[in-house]
């Protein structure tokens, strides 16, 4: 499905001529860098003969990582050169020369370490990535806010071709199972998915809303509570209902219910909750959902084997 708003990488990074971090991205790598730096006492010593250093890929994949390896390069080690052979997204095949670092012994031996952990792990979630979107066809596959890394590894995500989704708590506005019980009512969730909806800032959230239900009857009340405040407004933004943990056929029962009521196009559906790589063909073929997220993108994901070789060329 076009135009859906799980797609929030325009905040991460600016695509136009070379791609360029916006402030919140290079924030975030900022502190994850200083994080890791710290933890191995790497720093830009200095000293040593000048030596050449290549980063060389021992696995096939989808190469992710280098918009925080220039930043670690130009504010960490300065001492050091880069010379790069991928763009973020290239096809690595094993023995591929990702980059080649010239710089003094003591700096490169010392940066090492940080330079494999991110690339490795940012290729890897890249690389599963792209192995959900291949598998899902038409059916887009959005991480979730379970991260490990937070915003790279959700730019990873968004590199291997999948949707970052939220980015934080408030980039967009998500209803979940318990703000519908602290807003509580005396007649159901589905007066509580009502009265959660009608108090929305529309003007400010309308754009990208979520909220979360577990059954087609909370499904058909957060669309016709949504479809009727619109209508008032003389608007057409459809709202994301996340069917969660309702596996591919009760998400098609609710798919149907919602279009036999007139209220699909009011919505984007997302299924979520125990989905594996394994199991997509079932979702493909019964779900009839817009999106599918999953934390599987992204954790668990075993890091691309990669090394580094002084004296490559």
């Not at 792990?121 to 991260?147: F, Q």
């Not at 919602?258 to 073929?285: K, M, Y």
Request: hydrophobic share 40%; net charge negative; glycine share 10%.
């Amino acid at each position: 499905m076009e135009g859906l708003p799980h797609d929030r990488s325009h905040l991460l990074y600016n695509a136009k001529e070379v791609p360029h971090p916006t402030k919140l991205f290079e924030d975030s790598i900022r502190r994850w860098l200083t994080a890791h730096l710290s933890d191995d006492s790497a720093t830009d010593g200095n000293t040593g003969s000048i030596v050449q250093a290549v980063v060389v890929s021992k696995s096939a994949g989808v190469f992710c990582g280098r918009i925080p390896v220039d930043l670690l390069f130009a504010e960490w080690f300065p001492s050091c050169d880069l010379s790069w052979n991928f763009e973020e997204g290239g096809e690595l095949t094993v023995g591929s020369q990702i980059l080649s670092i010239s710089g003094p012994s003591d700096s490169v031996l010392s940066c090492e370490r940080v330079v494999l952990n991110i690339l490795g792990r940012l290729s890897g979630i890249s690389t599963r990535t792209a192995e959900w979107v291949s598998e899902l066809g038409d059916v887009s596959i959005a991480c979730t806010r379970k991260t490990a890394w937070g915003l790279m590894d959700k730019y990873a995500v968004h590199v291997g071709g999948g949707l970052t989704h939220r980015l934080s708590r408030t980039d967009a506005l998500m209803i979940k199972e318990n703000d519908l019980s602290v807003i509580g009512s005396r007649d159901g969730i589905e007066s509580a998915i009502s009265s959660a909806i009608s108090s929305i800032d529309f003007e400010k959230s309308a754009g990208f809303v979520v909220i979360e239900v577990q059954d087609s009857a909370q499904a058909i009340s957060a669309a016709e509570s949504w479809s009727e405040n619109q209508k008032i407004r003389g608007r057409e933004e459809r709202i994301v209902i996340l069917l969660d943990n309702m596996g591919p056929d009760e998400c098609r029962s609710a798919e149907l219910l919602l279009r036999e009521s007139g209220l699909r196009d009011w919505c984007i559906l997302e299924g979520s909750g125990g989905v594996t790589l394994d199991g997509l063909h079932t979702w493909i073929e019964s779900s009839m959902v817009d999106v599918i997220s999953s934390s599987s993108v992204n954790m668990g994901v075993p890091s691309l084997d990669l090394s580094m070789l002084i004296g490559g060329s």
